[in-house]
């Protein structure tokens, strides 16, 4: 799990401009690091215009500083499926779990509150850390057929009975 000077947490709307400026982009890997990012920042506002999204941040202690963030709720383009929109951890915390740590928040949230076991994502195929963090979770993939540089993925969530 993440570090422990990292605690996740959901959104509040006093993490707005961190999340708005936050930063994530692999110099050199722009061209797939950096959609991610532009979906975290406008996370915020679709948020305040009524979108039904979830936000959880990696918040370093005791520094308040905002090191992880993920973006998941419905899909906006299948109804009914529940999809990971965009997730990011800044350059110098990488490695540490944090990704690992705001998947499992994101994917219990929405097993919980949602009810949908089947959690979708795309990642880009030169994404080796989320591919791997993905095979933990026992994801499926295949090729996006629509888009040939991504992985569709799909991960099933199992709640324990309390």
């Not at 990696?58 to 419905?74: A, D, Q």
């Not at 779990?97 to 009810?115: D, N, V």
């Not at 295949?142 to 709640?159: I, K």
Request: contains cysteine; hydrophobic residues 40%.
């Amino acid at each position: 799990m993440a570090a422990v000077d990292v605690v996740i947490r959901r959104y509040r709307e006093s993490d707005r401009e961190a999340v708005e400026t936050f930063k994530c982009v692999t110099p050199g890997e722009r061209h797939w690091t950096k959609p991610p990012e532009q979906c975290i920042r406008g996370a915020p506002a679709d948020i305040s215009d009524g979108a039904d999204a979830g936000l959880f941040v990696g918040e370093e202690s005791p520094s308040g500083r905002i090191v992880g963030i993920i973006v998941f709720g419905p899909d906006l383009n299948v109804e009914g499926q529940y999809r990971i929109h965009a997730m990011g951890v800044v350059r110098d915390r990488r490695r540490e779990g944090i990704a690992t740590s705001l998947k499992y928040a994101a994917l219990t949230e929405i097993a919980a509150t949602a009810g949908h076991q089947s959690v979708f994502s795309d990642v880009h195929k030169n994404n080796v850390a989320m591919i791997g963090l993905n095979d933990k979770l026992g994801a499926k993939k295949e090729l996006d057929p629509d888009h040939p540089a991504h992985f569709l993925s799909v991960v099933v969530v199992e709640l324990e009975d309390s």
